[in-house]
């Protein structure tokens, strides 16, 4: 109990002591505050000012605010150009002021020159305070990374780049048969051809919306083709036959013939009786005249069944009645 009782009366005797280190900390706290807004009121100092890169140093300046220093050095502040510290800060000795000045470029994009004011130093960001916004692909000159410099003349190229789908048809075949039958003089489409459709798909690249370059990247088939089929009829029903000599002559050059007795547009069958090769003629004309002679084919007729050199060949003469 009586080691207790001596070290409260010790605690009690510090108490004084105490109070006095308080109003000690208090006052000093007081004095920094009264220093810092009071104490270089009037007084000379020395101001360093660095304007837009611009270095100054100013010897017993007297002005208490970085507000009253510019406007006694006739320093202005455009809009958008900045000052640090703010403008109500105090000057203390030794306080670096330093200002950041806009500066005029010139940005032509999408058709139209503008002149901007602008504190960014990079062409990039000197686009984006102007708000001109740029695509992935959009080029520019200088460069994005490069300096912009007062009096920078920065241009736009605006790139488009896309898909352009140009339809094409496609050719369809042509294939032919033959149906014993149906009629040797008729022909039948039995399978109507259809085109094809492709798309071909090309990369086109635009400056400023003319085209500079395009690129076929890829060809799809949408549709294909059907092909044609033509079938030609071989059944010939043969009628009266007649046998005598055949010789050849230049008319039309097609596959006619001249003929005494039968009526002109009426057809025959001529075979070549020493090889067995065969032709359907049109009678069209009229002769020959010359006795044991029954036809005279056209020449390109004769050559179908034997040599121009022949002259007069052995054939049998077959009238055709469908």
């Given at each position: 109990?009586?080691?207790?009782?001596?070290?409260?009366?010790?605690?009690?005797?510090?108490?004084?002591?105490?109070?006095v280190c308080s109003l000690v900390i208090l006052v000093g706290s007081?004095?920094?505050?009264w220093s810092?807004?009071?104490?270089?009121?009037?007084?000379?100092?020395?101001?360093?000012?660095?304007?837009?890169?611009?270095?100054?140093?100013?010897?017993?300046?007297?002005?208490?605010?970085?507000?009253?220093?510019?406007?006694?050095?006739?320093?202005?502040?455009?809009?958008?150009?900045?000052?640090?510290?703010?403008?109500?800060?105090?000057?203390?000795?030794?306080?670096?002021?330093?200002?950041t000045r806009t500066h005029d470029?010139?940005?032509?994009?999408?058709?139209?020159?503008?002149?901007?004011?602008?504190?960014?130093?990079s062409v990039g960001e000197a686009l984006i305070e102007a708000g001109v916004m740029l695509d992935e692909d959009d080029m520019v000159k200088p460069e994005r990374e490069a300096v912009a410099a007062r009096g920078t003349a920065i241009i736009v190229t605006r790139?488009?780049?896309?898909?352009?789908?140009?339809?094409?048809?496609?050719?369809?075949?042509?294939?032919?048969?033959?149906?014993?039958?149906?009629?040797?003089?008729?022909?039948?489409?039995?399978?109507?051809?259809?085109?094809?459709?492709?798309?071909l798909v090309y990369r086109v690249s635009s400056h400023d919306g003319k085209e500079v370059n395009?690129?076929?990247v890829r060809t799809e088939r949408i549709k294909e083709p059907v092909t044609e089929i033509v079938t030609q009829g071989t059944y010939v029903k043969l009628g009266k036959s007649h046998t005598g000599g055949a010789s050849w002559y230049a008319w039309t050059g097609t596959m006619a013939a001249a003929n005494p007795w039968l009526p002109k547009g009426?057809?025959?069958?001529?075979?070549?009786?020493e090889n067995n090769k065969s032709v359907i003629v049109v009678i069209n004309d009229r002769g020959p005249f010359v006795p044991g002679r029954i036809i005279d084919l056209d020449k390109v007729a004769f050559a179908k069944i034997a040599s121009i050199g022949a002259g007069v060949i052995n054939v049998k003469m077959e009238e055709i009645v469908n």
């Open positions: 109990m009586i080691g207790k009782r001596k070290l409260k009366m010790k605690a009690r005797k510090y108490i004084p002591y105490l109070v007081i004095f920094v505050l810092e807004d009071d104490h270089f009121s009037g007084v000379s100092k020395d101001i360093f000012l660095s304007d837009n890169g611009l270095e100054f140093h100013f010897h017993d300046v007297s002005e208490n605010t970085v507000e009253e220093f510019l406007r006694n050095k006739d320093l202005t502040l455009k809009d958008k150009e900045t000052v640090f510290p703010s403008l109500s800060s105090k000057l203390t000795p030794g306080t670096s002021i330093i200002i470029i010139t940005v032509g994009a999408d058709g139209t020159k503008k002149l901007y004011s602008v504190l960014a130093t790139v488009d780049i896309r898909e352009e789908i140009v339809e094409k048809s496609v050719a369809f075949e042509k294939k032919s048969n033959e149906d014993d039958e149906l009629s040797w003089r008729k022909t039948v489409v039995t399978q109507k051809g259809e085109k094809g459709l492709d798309h395009r690129k076929l009426s057809y025959v069958k001529v075979t070549n009786l």
